[in-house]
T-cell receptor, first 115, second 111 residues
Framework: ETGVTQTPRHLVMGMTNKKSLKCEQHLGHNAMYWYKQSAKKPLELMFVYSLEERVENNSVPSRFSPECPNSSHLFLHLHTLQPEDSALYLC??????????????FGPGTRLTVL | RKEVEQDPGPFNVPEGATVAFNCTYSNSASQSFFWYRQDCRKEPKLLMSVYSSGNEDGRFTAQLNRASQYISLLIRDSKLSDSATYLCVVNPSGGSYIPTFGRGTSLIVHP
């Protein structure tokens, strides 16, 4: 158990649906991350929150909308997705302490399929 | 030059073999380094941090070469269960906590 949980673990949705992915960390960390990993591709950083403030948004389409209500919870709201958005969505957390350490711990991911 | 580069492999080795991976990074001011392991369709898991003096954890040894800007991972006495993708991670300097992941090196250990 990594201390980072994600729900749901699997999600199938149509292009007109609205759904949300949830991530929760129990490690006392103060930074949380969303990554996308498509089949046989490297991790792509989507969003970073530190102390509940968004500090990085790697030009992600607006159909993905993150929310971080507190340092333990992170959401990714999805609407009008495309089939190419099908991927494994991974949440991670870390402790922010300057440039040292900062090991990330990942949740198990949500495997998303867009029909 | 990419920020973090790894040979994607796959490295195909027999059980019991010793195998080594390298990872090069472009930012000479990078401060911290890690190796992660990712099994197929699973999340990455921290394998070990890489310290300036090098560190060892059982069959795994990690080294940092700042002069040549690379880190390495050595696996001795490979097991079938070592088959996975090994990700190199570099944290930049200047207080940034946004790591850069390499594309990963695939290892296949066969009987």
């Amino acid at each position: 158990e990594t201390g980072v949980t994600q729900t749901p673990r699997h999600l199938v949705m149509g292009m007109t649906n609205k759904k949300s992915l949830k991530c929760e960390q129990h490690l006392g960390h103060n930074a949380m991350y969303w990554y996308k990993q498509s089949a046989k591709k490297p991790l792509e950083l989507m969003f970073v929150y530190s102390l509940e403030e968004r500090v990085e948004n790697n030009s992600v389409p607006s159909r993905f909308s993150p929310e971080c209500p507190n340092s333990s919870h992170l959401f990714l709201h999805l609407h009008t997705l495309q089939p190419e958005d099908s991927a494994l969505y991974l949440c991670a957390s870390s402790h922010v302490r300057g440039s040292l350490g900062n090991e990330q711990f990942f949740g198990p991911g949500t495997r998303l399929t867009v029909l | 030059r990419k920020e973090v580069e790894q040979d994607p492999g796959p490295f195909n080795v027999p059980e019991g073999a010793t195998v080594a991976f390298n990872c090069t990074y472009s930012n000479s001011a990078s401060q911290s380094f890690f190796w992660y392991r990712q099994d197929c369709r699973k999340e990455p898991k921290l394998l070990m941090s890489v310290y300036s003096s090098g560190n060892e954890d059982g069959r795994f040894t990690a080294q940092l070469n700042r002069a040549s800007q690379y880190i390495s991972l050595l696996i001795r006495d490979s097991k079938l269960s070592d088959s996975a993708t090994y990700l190199c991670v570099v944290n930049p300097s200047g207080g940034s906590y946004i790591p850069t992941f390499g594309r990963g090196t695939s290892l296949i250990v066969h009987p």
